[in-house]
DNA sequence: CCATATTGTATCGTACGCGATATATTGTTA
DNA sequence: TAACAATATATCGCGTACGATACAATATGG
């Protein structure tokens, strides 16, 4: 048996996982605002700065139009954002908040920072050991992004 | 604005894009193996331990059966592993490594530790701070699971 | 100014994840 | 042991991710 193969040596599981876990705690709270976890990256991408093309918002999480595309798709026809074509050039959609997307954040706000909070109580981990774990995942994410 | 919902402070966001972006690194190998990612989790818990119920494969990945099962039957199609009814008991499907799936071992020792390796050589991070980060996601991880 | 390359978005196909549900087998208990 | 609960797996539906492709609008070079 290769160590070098072991689940149990592998960041790239524990990644996984944890986002997968991460993403399911989230899921309850944004279950009743009526979003999934992708669409509420793309509204908070939004609440920074409203009115954005596709590719902006898909540039700003790192995905591909043809994932974002879709989303926007299915984020529309629930009244939380609304796209129209570009002024100066016609091939992009312009993407703005509704007022039903612009609610989202005072919930999101309400809801979101205290459960997350509960949920991770029990999590040894301090402040400071959170924004050092930010730091080196943002420096993998800089080593990998092309 | 709050900056609790703020993109740049969130841990989850950048699990999620340093997973996406570290799974992609491994794609191009895996590919040429015939597999995606979730399968080379798979084929890790069974290089680790063959012939395991779907149940046991699920709960070492974290997974539900729901996501492990299709996963299994195509890999089944794709003649890396094979399935057969439990002997005690009928209701568990034994699964089981071909002699291709356990090829693959090789194959990936081969070329995975050195490519990602490769890959992440411009990354600032020593080997002590992998093994925090794999603590930390493994404190974490320990917390959320229920 | 026109042919061509590039860009912005959309569409299609495949493979996850996962909630909900179904079904067969086993365990338990009255 | 018959009825019922629990367990192991499978199926279905929906929403991502992403490679591949298509198409319209814009930019560019001759």
């Given amino acids: 048996m290769h160590a070098e193969l072991q689940l149990d040596n592998q960041?790239?599981?524990?990644?996984?996982?944890?986002?997968?876990?991460i993403t399911q705690a989230y899921t309850p709270i944004l279950?009743?605002?009526?979003i999934t976890y992708p669409q509420y990256l793309v509204l908070m991408v939004l609440w920074e700065k409203d009115n954005q093309p596709v590719n902006d918002i898909a540039h700003r999480l790192l995905l591909e139009?043809?994932?974002?595309?879709?989303?926007?798709?299915?984020?529309?026809k629930q009244g939380i954002v609304c796209r129209k074509k570009g002024e100066k050039?016609?091939?992009?959609?312009?993407v703005s908040l509704t007022a039903k997307g612009k609610e989202l954040e005072k919930k999101a706000f309400a809801?979101?920072?205290?459960?997350?909070?509960?949920?991770?109580?029990?999590?040894?981990?301090?402040?400071?050991?959170?924004?050092r774990l930010a730091?080196?995942?943002?420096?993998?994410?800089?080593?990998l992004k092309k």
Avoid: H, W
Wanted: proline share 5%; hydrophobic share 30%; glycine share 4%.
């Fill in 11 to 21: 960041i790239c599981f524990r990644l996984y996982t944890a986002t997968r876990l």
């Fill in 31 to 34: 279950t009743k605002l009526g």
């Fill in 65 to 76: 139009t043809n994932t974002v595309t879709p989303l926007l798709q299915r984020m529309e």
């Fill in 89 to 94: 050039d016609k091939r992009q959609q312009i």
């Fill in 111 to 131: 809801k979101i920072p205290s459960s997350m909070g509960d949920q991770l109580s029990a999590c040894p981990l301090k402040l400071e050991d959170y924004k």
């Fill in 135 to 143: 730091q080196e995942l943002d420096s993998i994410i800089e080593t």
